[in-house]
T-cell receptor, first 109, second 118 residues
Framework: QKEVEQDPGPLSVPEGAIVSLNCTYS??????FMWYRQYSRKGPELLMY????GNKEDGRFTAQVDKSSKYISLFIRDSQPSDSATYLC?????????FGTGTRLQVFP | EAGVVQSPRYKIIEKKQPVAFWCNPI?????LYWYRQNLGQGPELLIR????????DSQLPKDRFSAERLKGVDSTLKIQPAELGDSAVYLC????????????????FGPGTRLTVL
């Protein structure tokens, strides 16, 4: 079993939809949780960063961590075609990141 | 501010040939990472440098891979000889190195080098 599990998708939604992306993990020592966005032929870029359980909101994006269930989510409100990318969850104990496989998201007009 | 620079962007080689990738991190960043990203997978750490010192190379296949970071700035990752299974995107990332290994620095990724081994 992988330390971090993520549904690879692809996920296809219409513009304006609410998108929910999820990851589960097995290592209860993880403390830092991140979401990266990766456009085609580009490197990942940090989107959201949370420490421990709870919610964090940044514009149209909300990151949610439930440590009791070992489950993290990223919600995208009012999705736009420019949100079309692969979304990678990542987590760590110190500064060694463990990434999920990524979920490919397509937002169509 | 310039981001992480990598070259070449693409490389196609025959198996058993050597290949090298170059990375220039963001100015002032002490920590440098090399990752490998296979198709449809997330990045996996190969090696991490704190300045010139390799502090985590546990995932680096040392029989054929080598890396160096002379003077604590630019870094080179080499594969010799390359195998078919080495086809992947090789990503370099850097971070300020402020967390001292106790927290998590934000890692900034370069665009990667896409390697195809024929």
């Amino acid at each position: 079993q992988k330390e971090v599990e993520q549904d690879p998708g692809p996920l296809s939604v219409p513009e304006g939809a609410i998108v929910s992306l999820n990851c589960t993990y097995s290592n209860s020592a993880f403390q830092y949780f991140m979401w990266y966005r990766q456009y085609s032929r580009k490197g990942p870029e940090l989107l959201m960063y949370t420490y421990s359980s709870g919610n964090k909101e940044d514009g149209r994006f909300t990151a949610q961590v439930d440590k009791s269930s070992k489950y993290i989510s990223l919600f995208i409100r009012d999705s736009q075609p420019s949100d079309s990318a692969t979304y990678l969850c990542a987590m760590s104990v110190t500064d060694k990141l463990i990434f999920g496989t990524g979920t490919r998201l397509q937002v169509f007009p | 501010e310039a981001g992480v620079v990598q070259s070449p962007r693409y490389k196609i080689i025959e198996k058993k040939q050597p290949v090298a990738f170059w990375c220039n991190p963001i100015s002032g960043h002490n920590t440098l990472y090399w990752y490998r990203q296979n198709l449809g997978q997330g990045p996996e750490l190969l090696i991490r440098y704190e300045n010139e010192e390799a502090v985590d190379d546990s995932q680096l296949p040392k029989d054929r891979f080598s890396a160096e970071r002379l003077k604590g700035v630019d870094s080179t990752l080499k594969i010799q000889p390359a195998e078919l299974g080495d086809s992947a995107v090789y990503l370099c990332a850097s971070s300020p190195g402020l967390a001292g290994g106790l927290g998590t620095d934000t890692q900034y990724f370069g665009p990667g080098t896409r390697l195809t081994v024929l």
